[in-house]
């Protein structure tokens, strides 16, 4: 992203606002907005696992984990896959589809095509080439191609009822089309008093994704005055629910340290931010674990949890959480 527009969406964030910067370029020039009413996120995980799905593990093990990938609230999905189709319910039109990133765990021209929604959103640096990749998708199936929607970090859009921020991921595909490097995601859903960060796949939460959602610790609610406010910094705001990744099962000590995390940094970074106050869930709402790697990818839930501490519980396939 060029400079100019990333402090336009820094600023936006700040105000809580979002849309299109007018010829003058000023932060007054985009128009609010405002976070959906309603109470709770329903989040259907239709996969829960990282890459390498193959259809006969099902057979094999009820408890093998699809590739991850969630519905919310029964009309938005986040990453899709040709093995969630199955665990789609039944009679299910999802409308849109948000993408991380393209790594082919998360992203398939041809199952976004199938899945019938009619918007697709990815990060700007690989739109044009997501366009292409479903363009021709849909030509192969004979089928329509959802609109592809650029996102720039920062910027909240709003989608059937539900407020997206995508904010960058510490994760990489090292992919360039047309001259710019792909970014990757991570999306805090809002709708109501819910705030939902979603974070797969990553290593731990970057400084620019903790500032832009507002639970960066070292911004407090003592410390942040007019003069914070004046500069391209975000009002603290804490999130309300957490999904995180644990690729790398109980260890951080793993080859995929640099791009995913372990249950360590998982229940590191919710310890933090439960100790200053930038992590608040309602009573007895557990922490969701996803994206698991080889070692817990075909235990069942209630064996992976008793390998866990506190709030953290595992996702499986097919689990629905309200989030508030
Ligand atoms: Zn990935």
Redesign the pocket.
Known sequence: MRRREFVFSGLLAAAGTAGRATASGTAAAFEPVPIPEGDGIRTLFLGSGASGWNPEFATKNPHMRRQSSVLLDGRVLIDFTSCGFDKLPEGCRPEALFQT?S?A??YSPSAAVKSGVARMYVHETWAASARRQVAAAAEKLGMRAPEVIPLSFGTRVVECGLAFTAVPAN?S?SRVTDGELER?CLYLVEKGAARLLYAT?TAGIPGDSARMIGIDPHINDENFGERLASRFVHRPQAITALVMEATDGDSDEDFRMF?HSGVPTVARTVRMLAKHKRYLPPEGQKVYLTHFGIKYRGMPAEEVNKCLPEPLSAAYDGLEVVFR
């Open positions: 990133h790594h765990d998360h994760h595909t990757t796949d791009v």
